[in-house]
């Protein structure tokens, strides 16, 4: 009969729970690694998003100042209005449109 070496079991098998556990932090780690990358790809995802929206409404705010303005400079070239009634229709417009001092600080 032969004499089982129980150190050598208990050794052989103390190596393979390390293994397994070396194996099941190493997957834990690379799970962790790409979970914090897709939520840093959906940050900027989301970032964009919000960029392109507010670039919109910026361009759209643009455009109708745009107007606004240009019908002020018309009214100048024309003879229409008169330097001394600039300021009344400098501040009838920032009145109608509050617009103007959003766009001034952007």
Do not use: Y
């Amino acid at each position: 009969m032969k004499k089982v070496n129980w150190s050598k079991l208990v050794f052989r098998g103390s190596l393979l729970l390390c293994a397994a556990s070396l194996l099941a932090s190493g997957i834990e780690v690379f799970s962790l690694l790409r979970e914090q990358n897709r939520l840093i790809e959906l940050a900027k995802s989301n970032a964009k998003h919000e960029i392109v929206q507010a670039s919109k409404q910026l361009g759209e705010k643009l455009q109708k100042l745009e107007d606004r303005t240009n019908a002020i400079a018309r009214d100048l070239t024309e003879g229409k209005l008169k330097d001394g009634q600039l300021l009344e229709r400098a501040r009838q417009e920032l009145a109608q449109n509050p617009d103007f001092l959003e766009v001034g600080a952007a």
